[in-house]
């Protein structure tokens, strides 16, 4: 299995490394030595850094000379360099998309406090979970927005859902989707190569988001807007990962179903294929307007047949990750 060789910088948050080892894309280029990028601003093709975007890292040859430079650039497709050079890309990253400021220690019972790794990042500074590279990677077709859990080994998306079907998207500062049949959100993460997290991972992933504390305000306007929020005691709703709105704002749909309160049916004398769903699937994280039942543990459920889930509940997709061997 090939290694990752996009990570982390160990000092500055908007800087990473490239590792010794790589193999780029198709044996591009073998990095005989780390490359050290103190920060991702100083080598843009255009413009200035952007909050809660993403960025992509290339490297640009000089066919004549053979000499080769790295850039960042929020293009997609080639950065802003003279047509003559050979461009590959190597992977990319997501940038906070608004100030994390003092955020508490997680604390489980009986275990003292684990620091959160984002506190004190600033908006446009690289959330560390997502750095990807070409072997290790979202499976997703379009892995923007989204962020590595290590504990699940899982990328899972950063903001609430915005769009339906083939144009569901995780996007700062954009609408989220709600008011959908559980069936239609499945479909709309199936449609883009994602799924719905289990309990565990959602768990896994939220970890760090405040518990007991509701978004600022308690509104359901802000709310439907993703990313940058805070609580009521002035908390950024933010997890250890980078993602954000896990809790506090609206109830997103989980794969389970809720067996104690729905039902399971099976008929006497009819095949395990005709066993019924159960009547409700989980919901979790809590609402905008109440503090009491919030956090990472919360969950609640509804009903699988519903017409609709309702403007208070979504939906938040993860997919499997890429590697090459």
């Known amino acids: 299995m090939r ?71 929020i293009s997609s497709i080639r950065p802003t360099v003279d047509a003559s050079l050979k461009v590959v890309k190597l992977g990319g990253f997501h940038t906070l998309c608004v100030d994390a400021g003092t955020i508490p220690d997680v604390v489980f019972t009986g275990t003292g406090g684990i620091a959160h790794p984002l506190n004190n990042y600033v908006a446009g500074d690289i959330l560390p979970c997502s750095l990807w590279d070409q072997n290790h990677k979202p499976s997703a077709a379009d892995g923007n927005g989204m962020t590595y859990c290590a504990e699940e080994d899982i990328w899972v998306d950063i903001y609430l859902p915005n769009s ?3 144009n569901t998207v995780s996007k700062f500062g954009a609408q989220v989707s709600t008011s959908r049949t559980p069936a239609a959100f499945v479909s709309d993460g199936l449609a883009v190569g994602k799924r719905l997290l289990s ?19 308690s509104s359901l306007a802000a709310a439907l807007n993703t990313g940058g929020h805070t609580t009521t005691n002035s908390v950024r709703i ?33 095949s395990f294929g005709d066993v019924r769903s159960p009547a409700y699937i989980t919901t979790a994280g809590g609402r905008y307007d109440t ?31 890429s590697r090459k061997n």
């Open 238 to 270: 933010l997890s250890h990962i980078g993602c954000e709105d896990c809790t506090g704002t609206l109830w997103q749909l989980v794969s389970e179903a809720n067996n104690s309160v729905g039902t399971t049916d099976q008929p006497s004398g009819t």
């Open 164 to 166: 339906i079907g083939t």
């Open 199 to 217: 309990k565990q991972e959602f768990f896994s992933a939220a970890i760090g988001s405040p518990t007991g504390n509701n978004i600022f305000g």
């Open 3 to 73: 290694k990752q060789y996009l990570v982390p910088h160990e000092t500055s948050r908007r800087g990473f490394i490239i590792k010794a080892g790589g193999s780029l894309p198709d044996d591009a280029l073998l990095i005989a030595a780390d490359i050290t990028i103190d920060d991702y601003t100083k080598i843009m093709d255009v413009g200035s850094a952007q909050n809660g975007v993403d960025y992509f890292v290339y490297t640009t040859q000089n066919p004549n000379t053979l000499t080769w430079n790295v850039v960042t650039s």
């Open 291 to 321: 503090a009491q039942h919030t956090g990472i543990f919360c969950t609640s459920a509804i009903g699988m047949g519903e017409v609709s889930v309702g403007v208070d509940t979504t939906a938040r997709f993860c997919c499997a990750p």
